[in-house]
Protein backbone atom coordinates (compact mmCIF):
# COMPACT_ATOMS: atom_id res chain seq x y z
CA UNK A 1 0.00 0.00 0.00
CA UNK A 2 1.50 3.11 -0.95
CA UNK A 3 2.22 6.00 1.46
CA UNK A 4 3.32 9.35 1.78
CA UNK A 5 4.01 11.11 5.41
CA UNK A 6 3.98 14.11 6.96
CA UNK A 7 5.96 14.95 9.71
CA UNK A 8 2.92 16.57 11.54
CA UNK A 9 -0.36 16.93 11.33
CA UNK A 10 -1.18 20.30 13.19
CA UNK A 11 1.59 22.74 13.63
CA UNK A 12 2.00 26.47 15.49
CA UNK A 13 4.78 28.55 14.75
CA UNK A 14 5.47 32.01 15.90
CA UNK A 15 6.34 35.07 13.55
CA UNK A 16 10.37 34.74 12.74
CA UNK A 17 10.65 31.15 13.48
CA UNK A 18 12.47 28.73 11.29
CA UNK A 19 10.10 25.94 10.77
CA UNK A 20 10.89 22.29 9.18
CA UNK A 21 7.71 20.26 7.35
CA UNK A 22 8.96 16.87 6.46
CA UNK A 23 7.79 14.12 4.12
CA UNK A 24 8.46 10.94 3.33
CA UNK A 25 7.14 8.39 0.39
CA UNK A 26 7.61 4.81 0.65
CA UNK A 27 7.25 4.15 -3.10
CA UNK A 28 10.79 4.84 -4.80
CA UNK A 29 8.90 7.78 -6.54
CA UNK A 30 11.12 9.91 -8.47
CA UNK A 31 9.54 13.26 -8.34
CA UNK A 32 8.18 14.95 -5.16
CA UNK A 33 6.15 17.83 -4.67
CA UNK A 34 5.25 20.77 -2.02
CA UNK A 35 2.13 22.17 -2.31
CA UNK A 36 -0.22 25.06 -0.16
CA UNK A 37 -3.52 25.02 -0.19
CA UNK A 38 -5.92 28.38 0.62
CA UNK A 39 -9.73 28.94 0.34
CA UNK A 40 -10.71 29.95 -2.87
CA UNK A 41 -7.00 29.53 -4.35
CA UNK A 42 -6.99 25.84 -4.62
CA UNK A 43 -3.69 23.85 -4.98
CA UNK A 44 -0.40 26.37 -5.41
CA UNK A 45 3.15 25.02 -5.93
CA UNK A 46 5.79 25.94 -3.60
CA UNK A 47 8.77 23.63 -4.79
CA UNK A 48 9.16 20.12 -6.99
CA UNK A 49 12.14 17.92 -7.33
CA UNK A 50 12.78 15.54 -9.98
CA UNK A 51 15.60 13.32 -8.70
CA UNK A 52 17.88 13.51 -5.43
CA UNK A 53 19.74 16.94 -4.55
CA UNK A 54 17.62 18.18 -7.75
CA UNK A 55 15.00 20.91 -7.25
CA UNK A 56 12.89 23.29 -9.27
CA UNK A 57 10.56 26.58 -8.03
CA UNK A 58 6.68 25.91 -8.59
CA UNK A 59 4.57 29.29 -8.81
CA UNK A 60 4.95 30.56 -5.01
CA UNK A 61 8.53 29.88 -4.31
CA UNK A 62 9.02 33.07 -2.13
CA UNK A 63 9.42 32.80 1.36
CA UNK A 64 10.63 28.81 0.87
CA UNK A 65 13.55 26.25 0.38
CA UNK A 66 13.80 23.00 -0.12
CA UNK A 67 16.02 20.09 0.67
CA UNK A 68 16.45 16.45 -1.08
CA UNK A 69 18.99 14.43 0.12
CA UNK A 70 17.48 11.61 -0.07
CA UNK A 71 15.09 9.88 -2.31
CA UNK A 72 12.21 9.49 0.09
CA UNK A 73 12.33 12.51 1.94
CA UNK A 74 11.61 15.64 0.75
CA UNK A 75 11.55 18.83 3.35
CA UNK A 76 10.17 22.25 3.05
CA UNK A 77 12.12 25.23 5.17
CA UNK A 78 10.21 28.25 6.25
CA UNK A 79 13.42 30.76 6.73
CA UNK A 80 11.63 33.19 8.73
CA UNK A 81 7.84 32.38 9.37
CA UNK A 82 5.34 35.24 8.56
CA UNK A 83 1.34 34.82 9.18
CA UNK A 84 0.49 34.57 5.58
CA UNK A 85 2.58 31.35 5.42
CA UNK A 86 -0.75 30.30 7.46
CA UNK A 87 -1.69 27.26 5.44
CA UNK A 88 -2.49 23.74 4.77
CA UNK A 89 0.69 21.78 3.36
CA UNK A 90 0.35 19.08 0.69
CA UNK A 91 3.07 16.98 -0.04
CA UNK A 92 2.93 14.40 -2.61
CA UNK A 93 5.19 12.13 -4.82
CA UNK A 94 4.70 10.47 -7.90
CA UNK A 95 6.97 8.04 -10.19
CA UNK A 96 6.35 10.29 -13.77
CA UNK A 97 4.57 12.42 -15.54
CA UNK A 98 2.58 10.11 -16.62
CA UNK A 99 1.40 8.40 -13.42
CA UNK A 100 -0.62 10.22 -10.41
CA UNK A 101 0.90 12.15 -7.23
CA UNK A 102 0.04 10.44 -3.82
CA UNK A 103 -0.66 13.12 -1.21
CA UNK A 104 0.18 12.82 2.49
CA UNK A 105 -1.96 13.92 4.94
CA UNK A 106 -1.20 17.49 4.85
CA UNK A 107 0.01 19.68 7.97
CA UNK A 108 -1.96 23.10 8.51
CA UNK A 109 0.79 25.32 9.80
CA UNK A 110 -0.73 28.46 11.79
CA UNK A 111 1.56 31.55 12.35
CA UNK A 112 1.03 34.04 15.17
CA UNK B 1 0.75 29.61 -19.28
CA UNK B 2 -0.96 26.19 -19.04
CA UNK B 3 -4.44 26.50 -17.25
CA UNK B 4 -6.76 24.21 -16.17
CA UNK B 5 -10.41 25.52 -15.44
CA UNK B 6 -13.07 24.04 -13.46
CA UNK B 7 -16.87 25.90 -12.10
CA UNK B 8 -16.29 26.29 -8.95
CA UNK B 9 -19.64 25.28 -7.86
CA UNK B 10 -21.30 24.33 -5.75
CA UNK B 11 -23.21 21.78 -8.31
CA UNK B 12 -25.95 20.26 -6.32
CA UNK B 13 -27.74 17.33 -6.84
CA UNK B 14 -29.81 14.98 -5.77
CA UNK B 15 -29.19 11.51 -3.73
CA UNK B 16 -29.86 8.81 -6.96
CA UNK B 17 -28.51 11.47 -9.56
CA UNK B 18 -25.81 11.51 -12.30
CA UNK B 19 -23.46 14.41 -11.05
CA UNK B 20 -21.17 15.79 -14.37
CA UNK B 21 -17.93 17.80 -13.36
CA UNK B 22 -16.01 19.49 -16.29
CA UNK B 23 -13.37 20.87 -16.95
CA UNK B 24 -10.96 22.48 -19.64
CA UNK B 25 -7.43 22.70 -20.30
CA UNK B 26 -5.19 25.19 -22.20
CA UNK B 27 -2.16 23.41 -23.82
CA UNK B 28 -2.71 20.52 -25.97
CA UNK B 29 0.46 19.37 -25.55
CA UNK B 30 -0.94 17.33 -22.41
CA UNK B 31 -0.91 13.69 -22.46
CA UNK B 32 -2.57 12.66 -18.61
CA UNK B 33 -5.64 13.51 -17.14
CA UNK B 34 -6.43 12.89 -13.49
CA UNK B 35 -9.48 13.39 -11.16
CA UNK B 36 -9.18 13.93 -7.89
CA UNK B 37 -11.78 13.92 -4.82
CA UNK B 38 -10.80 15.98 -1.43
CA UNK B 39 -13.38 16.20 1.67
CA UNK B 40 -13.17 18.19 3.80
CA UNK B 41 -9.72 18.83 6.00
CA UNK B 42 -8.43 16.22 3.85
CA UNK B 43 -5.80 15.62 1.03
CA UNK B 44 -6.74 14.87 -2.37
CA UNK B 45 -7.29 11.24 -3.59
CA UNK B 46 -7.19 9.86 -6.90
CA UNK B 47 -10.63 8.73 -8.64
CA UNK B 48 -9.54 8.72 -11.97
CA UNK B 49 -7.05 8.31 -14.38
CA UNK B 50 -7.27 9.02 -18.68
CA UNK B 51 -4.94 9.11 -21.22
CA UNK B 52 -7.00 8.13 -24.63
CA UNK B 53 -9.90 9.95 -25.87
CA UNK B 54 -13.32 8.44 -25.23
CA UNK B 55 -14.81 6.77 -21.96
CA UNK B 56 -13.35 5.24 -19.08
CA UNK B 57 -15.54 2.98 -16.80
CA UNK B 58 -14.63 2.23 -12.82
CA UNK B 59 -17.65 2.12 -10.83
CA UNK B 60 -19.81 4.39 -10.94
CA UNK B 61 -17.71 6.93 -12.33
CA UNK B 62 -16.85 7.65 -15.85
CA UNK B 63 -14.15 9.49 -17.25
CA UNK B 64 -14.38 11.48 -20.57
CA UNK B 65 -11.62 12.35 -22.58
CA UNK B 66 -11.68 14.91 -25.54
CA UNK B 67 -8.65 16.02 -27.01
CA UNK B 68 -9.62 17.87 -30.02
CA UNK B 69 -12.29 20.17 -27.75
CA UNK B 70 -9.68 20.21 -25.09
CA UNK B 71 -11.94 18.74 -22.30
CA UNK B 72 -11.98 16.50 -19.57
CA UNK B 73 -15.07 15.33 -17.40
CA UNK B 74 -16.18 12.97 -14.53
CA UNK B 75 -19.45 11.44 -14.66
CA UNK B 76 -21.07 9.95 -10.93
CA UNK B 77 -24.17 7.92 -11.70
CA UNK B 78 -26.09 7.47 -8.57
CA UNK B 79 -24.88 10.16 -6.67
CA UNK B 80 -24.61 9.13 -2.55
CA UNK B 81 -24.26 11.94 0.26
CA UNK B 82 -20.80 10.37 1.04
CA UNK B 83 -20.01 11.96 -2.82
CA UNK B 84 -20.04 15.33 -1.57
CA UNK B 85 -16.73 16.85 -2.05
CA UNK B 86 -14.66 18.86 -3.41
CA UNK B 87 -13.40 17.37 -7.00
CA UNK B 88 -10.35 18.42 -8.48
CA UNK B 89 -9.15 17.92 -12.28
CA UNK B 90 -5.37 17.40 -13.09
CA UNK B 91 -3.67 17.72 -15.97
CA UNK B 92 0.11 16.35 -17.09
CA UNK B 93 2.14 17.56 -20.02
CA UNK B 94 4.55 15.42 -22.31
CA UNK B 95 7.69 16.14 -20.85
CA UNK B 96 7.03 18.35 -18.36
CA UNK B 97 7.31 18.04 -14.53
CA UNK B 98 4.93 20.33 -13.30
CA UNK B 99 0.80 18.77 -12.68
CA UNK B 100 -1.61 21.52 -13.10
CA UNK B 101 -4.72 21.23 -11.00
CA UNK B 102 -7.84 23.25 -10.88
CA UNK B 103 -9.13 25.12 -8.62
CA UNK B 104 -11.91 22.56 -7.86
CA UNK B 105 -15.33 21.90 -7.88
CA UNK B 106 -17.67 21.06 -5.03
CA UNK B 107 -20.19 19.24 -5.05
CA UNK B 108 -23.49 18.60 -2.30
CA UNK B 109 -25.27 15.40 -2.77
CA UNK B 110 -28.79 15.98 -1.22
CA UNK B 111 -30.44 12.90 0.57
Known amino acids: DVKVTQSSRYLVKRTGEKVFLECVQDMDHENMFWYRQDPGLGLRLIYF???????EKGDIPEGYSVSREKKERFSLILESASTNQTSMYLC???????????FGPGTRLTVL | QKEVEQNSGPLSVPEGAIASLNCTYS??????FFWYRQYSGKSPELIMF????GDKEDGRFTAQLNKASQYVSLLIRDSQPSDSATYLC???????????FGAGTRLFVKA
Open chain 1, 92 to 102: ASRQSSYNEQF
Open chain 1, 49 to 55: SYDVKMK
Open chain 2, 90 to 100: AVSYTGGFKTI
Open chain 2, 27 to 32: DRGSQS
Open chain 2, 50 to 53: IYSN
